[in-house]
Nanobody
Framework: QVQLVESGGGLVQPGGSLRLSCVAS????????MDWYRQAPGKQRERELV?????????NYADSVKGRFTISKANAKNTVYLQMNDLKPEDTAVYYC???????????????WGQGTQVTVSS
């Protein structure tokens, strides 16, 4: 079993910054990707992929956050971060950490989610 614990959310003014963290613990055998998703208010069935970092450090971002958000990780700590700068009201959402593990034996992928952390951007 894998547990993910997110932290770092909160209330910030437009133009401000926040840094989210997500620590993975438990049966971590082979991390394939570590990702951040978000779910905006009123969009109960839409979870947007914000940023991805692969096992070799490759990154990818949603167009809406390119140039403002940076995803990084600390392999030894099984931790992924999301540095968010120049925040806008439309960034308001619950942010979820997702970790995908890959079985070495079968190549099967296993996805785990954190409980989410609220980010509110408002003046």
């Amino acid at each position: 079993q894998v547990q993910l614990v997110e932290s770092g959310g909160g209330l910030v003014q437009p133009g401000g910054s926040l840094r989210l963290s997500c620590v993975a613990s438990g049966s971590i055998f082979n991390i394939y990707t570590m990702d951040w998703y978000r779910q905006a208010p009123g969009k109960q069935r839409e979870r947007e992929l914000v940023a991805t970092i692969t096992s070799d450090g490759g990154t990818n971002y949603a167009d809406s956050v390119k140039g403002r958000f940076t995803i990084s990780k600390a392999n030894a700590k099984n931790t992924v971060y999301l540095q968010m700068n120049d925040l806008k009201p439309e960034d308001t959402a619950v942010y979820y950490c997702n970790v995908v593990l890959r079985s070495v034996a079968t190549a099967a992928l296993y996805s785990y989610w954190g409980q989410g952390t609220q980010v509110t951007v408002s003046s």
